[in-house]
């Protein structure tokens, strides 16, 4: 897996907006600092994940758990999938708190 791929799956587990931005190498010195932009990994409404090889990605979000966490990037993907599985569990059952349901409820005739 590439870093554009992982980026790719990410934005797809995370259900946001991501641009991958290719290195940019400037041959000419132009100033200290040059066109800079930001880098790949950030997630609006997230936070920020970043790939640096396959063996170290870092994953640091606000939303929807606060995290910090280092790993591998097939563990990160794994990860991700499973806290948003997590989010979106949490919010249904919090659904069904309000309306003083229980989950037991819904398979009942």
Not at 79 to 84: A, F, K, R, V
Request: proline residues 4%; contains cysteine.
């Amino acid at each position: 897996m590439n870093k554009q791929e992982f980026y790719e799956e990410v934005e797809y587990i995370l259900n946001s907006g991501h641009e991958y931005k290719e290195a940019w190498i400037n041959n000419r010195r132009s100033g200290r600092w040059g066109p800079r932009e930001p880098g790949n990994g950030r997630f609006k409404g997230f936070g920020l994940v970043r790939w640096f090889n396959e063996d170290l990605v870092t994953i640091n979000l606000y939303h929807p758990y606060p995290v910090n966490y280092r790993c591998e990037d097939y563990a990160a993907l794994t990860y991700l999938t499973s806290l948003m599985t997590c989010y979106i569990i949490d919010q249904h059952a919090e659904g069904l708190y309000e309306r003083n349901l229980s989950i037991n409820s819904l398979f009942e005739d």
